[in-house]
C-alpha cells in the first residue's frame, strides 16, 4: 500500500496502547511486536502502554503499572485495561489496541468515539485467524495494521474495509551485530507448534535426514492435541534421540544457542495459526545468517519477496521433507545463510517500525 501523502506535516498525536503488559522477558509475538514498535518509535511520540514504570521502552514514553499476564488475558485482565481505557487521565489519547479483535472492544470503542470524537481508534492485528469473521469488528476504527499483503487482501475481500484504513507494516527484528558463524555439525532447526500433520513430517524428516545431521525441534506445550503429538514423537524417534540426531524441547529460554547450533530452520506447519503472521522465529533466524525454508501456507511466501539473492524457499508442504534433504546434501543452505542477513536488514529491520507507525498515526491525526 503507498503511504498516505497526506500525513506530511501533521503531528501523530497522543496514544494509549492497549494490551499485554510491554514487561520483559517478551516471549509471544504480539508483545515482542509491540515492544519493538514502542523501541524504535522517533523521539518526541507521546505513548502511553501498559508495563512497568520503572523500565519504559523509550524515553518519554508513559508507562501504565500493570502486572504480568499470561499468555491467554483473564477476565481480570480485560477489566484491568478496560480501566484504563476508560481512566480521565487517558482521554485525551486516541486508542492504539494490540490484541485480537472482539466484540467488547469493538462496542467500547464505539462509545468512545460518540463521546470524543476527535479521538482515534487503531487494531493491530497480530495473528490472522478467522480475519473475515473479525472484519465486521473492524470496520468501525479509524486504520487496521496488519503484517502481511496475504490478510490485507483477506480483509479487503470481504468488503468491509476501504484499501486506506487496511495498512501493511511487515514485522520486524533486532540485527545482530555479528551473526554466529555456521556450525561444523549440520543441524535443522524447526521452532514451532506441534499438530498430526507436522509431527508426521517431523518424524519423516529426522529419518531422511543422513546420519551426520541432528533435527531439533522447540516446541511450547499447548494442550492435549500437542502431548498426543509430542508423546508419539518421543516414542517413534527414541532410537534417533539415543543416538544424538534428535531432540525434542519445550519453552527455550535461549534462542539465540538454538539459532548459533542451526544450520537451516524450516517452518514444518501448513498453517500460521495463532502466530504473527510471518513468524518472528523464522525473521530472527534470517538476521542471525540462516537459511529458511518453509511451506507455502497463507502468507509465508512474503518472507522471501524483494530477495536479491534468496535466503531460503517456500515449497508445497508435501514437498518439504524431500526438498530440505536435497538442500543439505548439495550446500544450498550455505548460499542461502550468505544472502540470509542482507535479506533481513533490507526488508525486516525493526527500527523501521516506529517511523512506519508514526506515519499511520500522523495520517488520521
Same mark, same amino acid.
Given at each position: 500500500?503507498?503511504?498516505? %501523502? ?40 507521546d ?7 520503572a523500565r519504559p ?20 485482565? !480485560? ?35 460518540r ?16 480475519? %473475515? ?8 476504527l ?14 479487503? %475481500?470481504?468488503?468491509?474495509?476501504? *484499501? *486506506?484504513?487496511?495498512?501493511?507494516? /511487515?514485522?520486524g ?11 561444523? =555439525? ?12 507436522v ?22 506445550? !499447548? ?10 514423537? =518421543?516414542?517413534? +524417534?527414541?532410537?534417533?534421540h539415543?543416538?544424538g ?10 534462542? %539465540? ?10 517452518h ?14 523464522? +525473521? ?35 514437498d ?16 542461502w ?5 542482507? /535479506? ?22
Open positions: 500500500m503507498a503511504r498516505d %501523502e497526506a500525513s506530511a506535516g501533521r503531528e501523530p498525536g497522543a496514544w494509549l496502547w492497549v494490551g499485554k503488559p510491554l514487561r520483559p522477558p517478551f516471549r509471544d509475538g504480539s508483545t515482542v511486536l509491540a515492544a519493538s514498535f514502542a523501541r524504535s518509535l522517533p523521539a518526541g511520540i505513548v502511553a502502554y501498559f508495563g512497568d514504570p521502552l523509550g524515553p518519554g514514553h508513559t508507562v501504565v503499572d500493570v502486572p504480568p499476564m499470561g499468555y491467554a488475558p483473564t477476565l481480570r485482565d !480485560k477489566a484491568r485495561a478496560l480501566a484504563v481505557l476508560l481512566a480521565p487521565a487517558h482521554r485525551h489519547r486516541s486508542v492504539h489496541f494490540f490484541f485480537t479483535p472482539n466484540p467488547v472492544t469493538s462496542r467500547v470503542a464505539g462509545a468512545l468515539r463521546l470524543a470524537r476527535r479521538r482515534r481508534f487503531v487494531q493491530s492485528v497480530t495473528s490472522a485467524d478467522r480475519i %473475515e469473521a473479525h472484519a465486521p469488528l473492524l470496520a468501525g479509524d486504520r487496521v495494521v496488519v503484517l502481511s499483503d496475504h490478510t490485507r487482501g483477506r480483509l479487503l %475481500e470481504t468488503g468491509l474495509l476501504d *484499501e *486506506e484504513r487496511v495498512v501493511r507494516i /511487515h514485522p527484528v533486532d540485527l545482530p551485530e555479528a551473526p554466529p558463524p555456521l556450525p561444523e =555439525r549440520p543441524t535443522v532447526l524447526y521452532a514451532g507448534d506441534l499438530d498430526p500433520t509431527g508426521d513430517r517431523i518424524e519423516a524428516l529426522a529419518r531422511a535426514l543422513p546420519s551426520d545431521v541432528r533435527l531439533v525441534v522447540a516446541a511450547r506445550p !499447548k494442550g492435549p492435541k500437542d502431548a498426543e503429538v509430542r508423546g508419539r514423537l =518421543r516414542t517413534r +524417534l527414541a532410537d534417533l539415543e543416538a540426531r534428535f531432540d525434542l524441547l519445550a519453552e527455550v529460554d535461549d534462542m %539465540e544457542a538454538l539459532f548459533a547450533a542451526a544450520s537451516l530452520v524450516v514444518l506447519a501448513d498453517h500460521v495459526a495463532r502466530k504473527v503472521d510471518l513468524p518472528l522465529v523464522l +525473521l530472527e533466524a534470517l538476521a542471525r545468517g540462516r537459511g529458511v525454508v518453509t511451506t507455502r501456507a497463507g502468507p509465508l511466501p512474503e518472507i522471501f519477496a524483494g530477495a536479491d539473492a534468496p535466503p531460503g524457499a517456500a515449497v508445497a508442504g508435501s518439504i521433507v524431500e526438498f530440505v534433504v536435497a538442500a543439505l546434501a548439495d550446500g544450498r543452505h550455505v548460499a545463510s550468505a544472502a540470509a542477513v542482507p /535479506h533481513a536488514r533490507a526488508r525486516f529491520d525493526a527500527r523501521r517500525l516506529g517511523p512506519r507507525l508514526s506515519e499511520v498515526y500522523a495520517a488520521i491525526g
